[in-house]
């Protein structure tokens, strides 16, 4: 009877363990990401992005790969503006962008 009742026990613990790492894993953030262009449509390789948080002021800086890819992680949930910009080209500017927890966001442009 012993054995049955820390089987049941464990199994219990087990369960709430597992449902707080589940609930834990959740991600409260979110990302924007996105390929940047020229309007033959080629690749710019270290086109400047700024993501900016209108409510809180802050931004976040990130220069594109040479696959034109840019991806800026780890972002509190609200709205934001995205300003991309690259020597020789005009810069482009998404307003009221809105960003959700755990979900991304991509802005793909051509400047």
Same mark, same amino acid.
């Given at each position: 009877m012993r054995s049955f009742l820390a089987r049941r026990t464990c199994v219990a613990l087990l369960t709430v363990t597992a449902l707080f790492s589940a609930a834990h894993a959740q991600v409260p953030t979110s990302t924007v990401h996105g390929i940047v262009t020229d309007p033959k449509d080629a690749v710019i390789v270290g086109a400047r992005v700024t993501v900016t948080s209108t409510t809180? +002021?802050?931004s976040r800086e990130t220069v594109?790969? +040479?696959s034109g890819v840019y991806v800026v992680p780890n972002l509190t949930p609200g709205s934001y +503006?995205?300003?991309i910009q690259s020597p020789g080209f005009s810069a482009s500017t998404h307003k009221d962008v809105l960003l959700e927890a755990g979900r991304s966001v991509t802005i793909?442009?051509?400047l």
């Amino acid at each position: 009877m012993r054995s049955f009742l820390a089987r049941r026990t464990c199994v219990a613990l087990l369960t709430v363990t597992a449902l707080f790492s589940a609930a834990h894993a959740q991600v409260p953030t979110s990302t924007v990401h996105g390929i940047v262009t020229d309007p033959k449509d080629a690749v710019i390789v270290g086109a400047r992005v700024t993501v900016t948080s209108t409510t809180q +002021s802050a931004s976040r800086e990130t220069v594109t790969n +040479s696959s034109g890819v840019y991806v800026v992680p780890n972002l509190t949930p609200g709205s934001y +503006s995205v300003e991309i910009q690259s020597p020789g080209f005009s810069a482009s500017t998404h307003k009221d962008v809105l960003l959700e927890a755990g979900r991304s966001v991509t802005i793909d442009d051509k400047l």
